[in-house]
């Protein structure tokens, strides 16, 4: 059993920066690759971003990438998401998802819900225009 617990979030002016940290507890943190999630008031939760267990492979929304920067610590436990050029579109609860990955080392998956079975509660991002 895996528990997650993300931090960082805050209310931020659009333009400035902002990292998300995500604690796991319990199971074996090097197995698992690691995924940023976010749901805006109103919509369907989306993928952000992905990070294998080995760190080399990453996977970002096309929403986000150049601006996003996701990162983890196997020695921390801890994943990071650096969130650069914040717009109001990106305010959502952001979530942190841990994904079972027995076979590949470098594969981050493929940014699908469904392919993660460990949950994080969430921290809200308020980007003010």
């Known amino acids: 059993q895996v528990q997650l617990v993300e931090s960082g979030g805050g209310l931020v002016q659009a333009g400035v920066s902002l990292r998300l940290s995500c604690a796991a507890s319990?199971?074996?943190?090097?197995?698992?690759?690691m995924g940023w999630f976010r749901q805006a008031q109103g919509k369907e939760r989306e993928f952000v971003a992905a990070?294998?267990?080995?760190?080399?492979?990453?996977l970002y929304a096309d929403s986000v990438k150049g601006r996003f920067t996701i990162s983890r610590d196997s020695t921390k436990r801890t994943v990071y998401l650096q969130m650069n050029s914040l717009k109001p579109e990106d305010a959502a609860v952001y979530y942190c998802?841990?994904?079972?990955?027995?076979?590949?080392?470098?594969?981050?998956?493929?940014?699908?819900?469904?392919?993660?079975?460990?949950w994080g509660r969430g921290t809200q991002v308020t980007v003010s225009s």
């Open positions: 319990g199971g074996a943190f090097t197995m698992y690759s």
């Open positions: 998802a841990a994904r079972l990955s027995l076979y590949s080392s470098d594969s981050p998956g493929r940014g699908l819900k469904e392919e993660y079975s460990y």
């Open positions: 990070i294998s267990r080995s760190g080399s492979g990453t």
